[in-house]
Nanobody, 130 residues
Framework: QVEVVESGGGLVQAGGSLRLSCTASGLTFNDYAMGWFRQAPGKEREAISCISRSGDTTYVTDSVKGRFTIYRENAKNTLYLQMNSLQPDDTAMYYC???????????????????????WGQGTQVTVSS
């Protein structure tokens, strides 16, 4: 049984930082590309960043480029999202997803992991106060 679990969300002031973590069990972690997505109340889900199986290729959406960094530690079955210079517009539920698809991180993010089997976590809330 595959389980994807996000953690690390919370309340932070504007300009602050958070690091989100995502652990995946029940699968061979380094066989899966991973990604972070978010959804704010009343808004559509947004792709934030995706990363290849090995971690050597990443995609980051323009709205967070230079502020957010995605990386993974395959030995720990863990994906991370380092978020710096957080702004109130970053307030959202953040979701982690895993897919066996071989497409590039850019494609995986653009298509919300729709190509091939994917697994999603329940999300972790990030709230940024002004």
């Amino acid at each position: 049984q595959v389980e994807v679990v996000e953690s690390g969300g919370g309340l932070v002031q504007a300009g602050g930082s958070l690091r989100l973590s995502c652990t995946a069990s029940g699968l061979t972690f380094n066989d899966y590309a991973m990604g972070w997505f978010r959804q704010a109340p009343g808004k559509e889900r947004e792709a934030i960043s995706c990363i290849s199986r090995s971690g050597d290729t990443t995609y980051v959406t323009d709205s967070v480029k230079g502020r957010f960094t995605i990386y993974r530690e395959n030995a720990k079955n863990t994906l991370y999202l380092q978020m710096n210079s957080l702004q109130p517009d970053d307030t959202a539920m953040y979701y982690c997803a895993a897919t066996v698809s071989l497409y590039s991180p850019a494609v995986l993010c653009a298509e919300f992991m729709a190509r091939g089997r994917s697994y999603w976590g329940q999300g972790t809330q990030v709230t940024v106060s002004s």
